[in-house]
């Protein structure tokens, strides 16, 4: 069974641009959460998708947002950068059960 | 509004000793507990998980406990071994979303 894959790995963007982060998650998984990791913050929790919908959203501001297709891949969209934008996206899926969250690798998104 | 945190940022352990990472939390209605292992540039891993039902969770070298009055999540790991080495963060579960504590780091001295 295929894990969560994260593309890309890697991305650098200037100031005021916008990225788009993707995530596939495990086959079957329908819930895909996305979070930012920064030094001495931990994970902090961006938003939830399932089947399409968003069911919950972090204290980020309306410049990051996502959505989730029908095949439950999901993207992360980010817009007019900021240096503090710079961290590792993380994306993670979870079963029905919901008992253990999997994670992919990351994006870790620099901006300049 | 941190309702998990991981309050010692470090902790530096001699190998084959046992390391103690804490948690605690402020949330009663979390009825699930994990913890994850994280290399650097690698996503988090699942370690082990404990249900709010149970006060403790064997698998292997690692144990958690689960002190629900206090809301205090503790994971012991005996013995250490150098490949610990990592960043360690706990998780609670509340609803379909997991929150997560903000780290902390693992030594393990050879």
């Known amino acids: 069974k295929a894990g969560v894959t994260q593309t890309p790995r890697y991305l650098i963007k200037t100031r005021g641009q916008q990225v788009t982060l993707s995530c596939s998650p495990i086959s079957g998984h329908r819930s895909v959460s996305w979070y930012q990791q920064t030094p001495g913050q931990g994970l902090q929790f961006l938003f939830e998708?399932?089947?399409?919908?968003?069911?919950n959203k972090g204290n980020f501001p309306g410049r990051f947002s996502g959505r989730q297709f029908s095949n439950s891949r999901s993207e992360m969209n980010v817009s007019t950068l900021e240096l503090g934008d710079s961290a590792l996206y993380l994306c993670?899926?979870?079963?029905?059960?919901?008992?253990?969250?999997?994670f992919g690798q990351g994006t870790r998104l620099t901006v300049v | 509004d941190q309702q998990v945190k991981q309050n010692s940022p470090s902790l530096s352990v001699q190998e084959g000793r046992i390391s103690i990472l804490n948690c605690d939390y402020t949330?009663?209605?979390?009825?699930?507990f994990l913890w994850y292992k994280k290399y650097p540039a690698e996503g988090p891993t699942f370690l082990i998980s404990?249900?709010?039902?149970?006060d403790k969770n064997e698998d292997g070298r690692f144990t958690v406990f689960l002190n629900k009055s206090a809301k205090h999540l503790s994971l012991h790991i005996v013995p250490s071994q150098p490949g610990d080495s990592a960043v360690y963060f706990c998780?609670?579960?509340?609803?379909?979303?997991?929150?997560f504590g903000t780290g902390t780091s693992l030594t393990v001295i050879p």
């Open positions: 949330n009663s209605m979390f009825d699930y």
């Open positions: 404990i249900s709010s039902i149970k």
């Open positions: 998780a609670a579960r509340f609803g379909n979303q997991f929150y």
């Open positions: 993670a899926s979870s079963g029905v059960l919901n008992t253990e969250a999997f």
């Open positions: 998708y399932f089947s399409e919908t968003q069911r």
